[in-house]
């Protein structure tokens, strides 16, 4: 089974920076990997994707120029890292990955993300 263990989140002040890190085992294959967000009282959104084949990447329009995805491959480790951060971005953060090709070549499908995705647990970024 897929293991995904998010870390790196916590309180921070608007303006602020922190970077997320996801450590993923037991996966096979990955097509799509990727950081959704959940607020309370809100669905659950995406914010980047990582396709594994060519490594591009993806952002939700609200955190383009502000968020960066990127994959160590030899930690197999999912970073985020987030700039300039304010009171919208208070969520808890999710990784995800993709094994079975739900998200199609760009990582666009909506079925990434659904039901065809991998979790792990969240960790909480607050901005204050």
């Known amino acids: 089974d897929v293991q995904l263990v998010e870390s790196g989140g916590g309180p921070v002040q608007a303006g602020g920076s922190l970077r997320l890190s996801c450590a993923a085992s037991g996966y096979t294959v990955r097509y799509c990997m990727g950081w959704f967000r959940q607020a309370p009282g809100k669905e659950r959104e995406g914010v980047a994707r990582f396709a594994a ?11 383009k120029g502000r968020f960066t995805i990127s994959l160590d491959n ?14 919208e971005d208070t969520a808890m953060y999710y990784c995800a990955y993709d094994t079975q090709f739900c998200g199609g070549a760009n990582c666009a499908d909506e079925r990434f993300g659904g039901d065809c995705t991998n979790w792990g647990q969240g960790t909480q970024v607050t901005v204050s």
Do not use: H
């Not at 084949?53 to 955190?63: E, I, L, M, N, S």
């Not at 030899?74 to 009171?87: D, G, K, W």
């Open 74 to 87: 030899a930690e197999n480790t999912l970073y985020l890292q987030m700039n300039s951060l304010n009171v």
């Open 53 to 63: 084949r060519g490594g591009r990447t993806a952002y939700a329009d609200p955190v």
